[in-house]
C-alpha cells in the first residue's frame, strides 16, 4: 500500500510515520510528502530521508478546486491509496474527498468532539478541563467531524504550563498514529476497494 502524507510545519509526526515504514511497524511505501507551505522546517525533514517532496501554495491557483485537482493528479500518478494529514493546516475539499472519501486519516490533539479547530490543545487548556488527549479520524467536510477511529487521553495536571501539556500531547501523536495507521493499513487491505484505479 502507498502512502502520502500532508503536513505544512515541523513535521515531528511526519518523521514518526516515515520512521515506523522504515522499521517496517507500518507495512507501507511512503511515495510522497506535500507542503503547502515553502519554508516549512517539513520539506528539510523529508528531503533529508530522500522522501519525493511536493511544494506548492493555494494562492498559486485560481481557486481550492484547481489547487486541489492538481494534487490529486499528483496522487493519482503516484498511485497513493491512503492519504495522511500530519499537521495539515488546510479543510480538505470536495475534489479530494470524492475520491480519497474514507482514505484520508488526521489527528487532532484533543479528544474530539470536544476542542476541535487550530489550537485543540491550547483550547482545552484555558478550559481548566482535568483531562485531554488525541483522536485519529477520518476526514469529512466539517472540522475534525468526521468517523473518530482512536482516541488516547492525557490528563492535565494542576502544575503543567501549556508547553508542558503541548509536548506530552506530542508524544502520545508519534506513539498512537503510527499504531492507528498500521491498522487501517490492514483494515483496507482485507477490501477490495482500497486499490487505487490509474484508469480514468
Known amino acids: 500500500m502507498k502512502l ?4 505544512s510545519g515541523n513535521g515531528s509526526n511526519f ?3 516515515a520512521e515506523a515504514v522504515k522499521e517496517g511497524t ?4 511512503l511515495v510522497l510528502l506535500f507542503c503547502d507551505k515553502r519554508q516549512a522546517y517539513v ?11 511536493i511544494c506548492f501554495e493555494p ?9 486541489e485537482q492538481e494534487l490529486l493528479q499528483i496522487l493519482k500518478v503516484n498511485q497513493v491509496d491512503l492519504v495522511v494529514l500530519a499537521g495539515y493546516m488546510r479543510l480538505i475539499g470536495p475534489t479530494l474527498l470524492k475520491v480519497y472519501s474514507n482514505r484520508i486519516l488526521n489527528i487532532h490533539p484533543a479528544l474530539l468532539p470536544d476542542f476541535p479547530g487550530l489550537h485543540g490543545i491550547r483550547d482545552a487548556f484555558e478550559a481548566g478541563v482535568i483531562e485531554t488527549g488525541v483522536t485519529v479520524h477520518f476526514v469529512d467536510d466539517g472540522v475534525d467531524t468526521g468517523p473518530i477511529v482512536a482516541q488516547e487521553s492525557v490528563f492535565i495536571d494542576e502544575k503543567d504550563t501549556l508547553e508542558m501539556l503541548e509536548e506530552r ?3 502520545v501523536e508519534h506513539q ?5 495507521i498500521q491498522e487501517t493499513i490492514e483494515k483496507l487491505s482485507k477490501t477490495n476497494e482500497w486499490k487505487w484505479s490509474v484508469e480514468g
Do not use: M
Not at 26 to 29: L, P, Q, T
Not at 176 to 180: D, E
Open 4 to 7: 502520502a502524507i500532508f503536513a
Open 15 to 17: 518523521a514518526a510515520i
Open 26 to 29: 507500518i507495512n507501507a511505501e
Open 43 to 53: 520539506i528539510q525533514r523529508s528531503q533529508e530521508l530522500g522522501i519525493s517532496t
Open 59 to 67: 494562492k498559486d491557483f485560481v481557486n481550492k478546486a484547481a489547487y
Open 169 to 171: 500531547i506530542h508524544q
Open 176 to 180: 498512537v498514529y503510527p499504531k492507528v
